[in-house]
């Protein structure tokens, strides 16, 4: 099993663009999120989803979208990136929301200029 | 929203002694804390947790005890080697999984 795969694992955005980032998973998990984690900081939760077709806003949604069309796939959109978005991004899932482990991918380092 | 302190920051111990890394938090309602680990360049990874039930648990030579009363719990780790060397982070987590990290520890293991 692959577990949580990310794409890209770098990119350099210039102020104004847009880009989606990836997330996809293979074991059927119902529940996924989106942190991002800045120098010396932990991860803040930007958005979740509990299914396909339901999601909600974390703790820092200004500046993103999310969807989530199938249990496997969590795309993260970035609309007009601004400098203050740039840090690691981190996809992870669970097969359920309470009490269970959540599974990361390797993370998407994103700079912003 | 929960508030999850994690202290030291940064933790140097020398190869054989143990670390211990403390984390307290607010939400009396929280149930489960889990620890993770994160290596560099990598996606943070579970390396033991602790439901509310519960006040201590080991695994090897890794172990979290939980003070619910005082809302802190702690990570031992004992017989430090240099694979050990990493940012570790304490969480809690709601009854929908929203995970609430503390600002993460770099532990230094000196040979």
């Known amino acids: 099993n692959a577990g949580v795969t990310q794409t890209p694992k770098f990119r350099i955005l210039k102020i104004g663009q847009s880009m989606t980032l990836q997330c996809t998973q293979d074991m059927n998990h119902n529940y996924m999120y989106w942190y991002r984690q800045d120098p010396g900081m932990g991860l803040k939760l930007i958005y979740y989803s509990v299914g396909a077709g339901i999601t909600d806003k974390g703790e820092v949604p200004n500046g993103y979208n999310v969807s989530r069309s199938t249990t496997e796939d969590f795309p993260l959109r970035l609309e007009l990136a601004a400098p203050s978005q740039t840090s690691v991004y981190f996809c992870?899932?669970?097969?359920?929301?309470?009490?269970?482990?959540?599974?990361f991918g390797q993370g998407t380092r994103l700079t912003v200029v | 929203g929960e508030n999850v302190e994690q202290h030291p920051s940064t933790l140097s111990v020398q190869e054989g002694d143990s670390a211990v890394i403390k984390c307290t938090y607010s939400?009396?309602?929280?149930?489960?804390f889990p620890w993770y680990k994160q290596e560099l360049g990598k996606g943070p990874q579970l390396i033991i947790d602790?439901?509310?039930?519960?006040g201590e648990k080991k695994d090897q030579r890794i172990a979290v005890t939980l003070n619910k009363t005082a809302k802190h719990f702690s990570l031992h780790i004992t017989e430090t080697q240099p694979e050990d060397s990493a940012v570790y982070f304490c969480?809690?987590?709601?009854?929908?999984?929203?995970?609430?990290f503390g600002a993460g520890t770099q532990v230094v293991v000196t040979p």
């Open positions: 992870a899932s669970s097969w359920t929301g309470e009490a269970t482990e959540a599974f």
């Open positions: 939400d009396s309602a929280s149930n489960y």
């Open positions: 969480a809690t987590t709601d009854s929908w999984g929203k995970l609430q």
């Open positions: 602790i439901r509310s039930n519960v």
